[in-house]
């Protein structure tokens, strides 16, 4: 077979360019839904971080989770906190900022370091396999994966579309922290706009797409029409 394993690869090029128009689109609807509602982005983001705090004592309690990874963890999500005391506004250069993507990566490398090395047996009196591992409490894919979803990427990921880079920010009231600028300024359709970081990627991704194909005579843009 030749054209059949062809048309797999292709199908496997289309769906992953769907699937990353469709997580790029839906990182855009949800920084609009924050800039619109940005108090009630708030008060659920500072629940969510206690909330999974919850979650981590509570799996060190009663699943015997590495205490010293448990908090780890829970330092990290309270370091996350740190970050909301002028929401929706963050400093790129702010040391908290830089720390909590310090942490995101740590906090990833050191549970999948856990969760990739076999149980040990809960008692090594087995005088048959002393030394196997216990398969029968190792936890399967869909419980890792859950749990690095909602207790590892999360908060983090929460915090990236909702949060608004300094440098992306126009001056506002409140925004002087960010842009260093005491002015207050307004957009054009007159009212005070803050653009958050997941947009402003989608927008840089967008920009530079359109501007390297019309270079490249991809397709025609609105500069090559003027002429």
């Known amino acids: 077979m030749w054209i059949l394993p062809l048309v797999g690869y292709l199908g496997v090029v289309v769906g992953f360019a769907f699937l990353t128009l469709a997580i790029a689109s839906g990182l855009y609807y949800l920084s609009e839904l924050v800039e619109e509602h940005t108090v009630l982005a708030r008060r659920l983001l500072t629940r969510l971080i206690y909330s999974v705090i919850i979650v981590q ?42 720390l909590s993507c310090i942490l995101v990566c740590i906090n990833h490398w050191v549970w999948f370091r856990h969760f990739s090395k076999p149980v040990p047996p809960r008692s090594s009196s087995s005088w048959r396999r002393p030394y196997e591992p216990d398969y029968e409490n190792m936890p399967t894919f869909t419980e890792v994966a859950s749990y690095f979803g909602l207790c590892v990427w999360l908060v983090p990921f929460a915090l990236f579309v909702s949060l608004s880079a300094g440098d992306n920010v126009l001056p506002s009231m409140g925004s002087e922290y960010a842009t260093g600028d005491h002015t207050s300024s307004i957009s054009p359709d007159g009212k005070n706009k803050n653009k958050g970081m997941a947009k402003a990627l989608v927008d840089g991704i967008r920009d530079w797409v359109g501007e390297t194909g019309e270079l490249m005579g991809f397709w025609k843009g609105e500069r090559t029409r003027r002429f």
């Open 57 to 98: 004592i509570l799996l060190w309690l009663f699943d015997r989770f590495p205490f010293s990874l448990s908090v780890l963890s829970i330092v990290s999500h309270l370091v996350y906190a740190s970050n909301l005391r002028r929401f929706p506004i963050v400093k790129l250069s702010d040391p908290l900022f830089i």
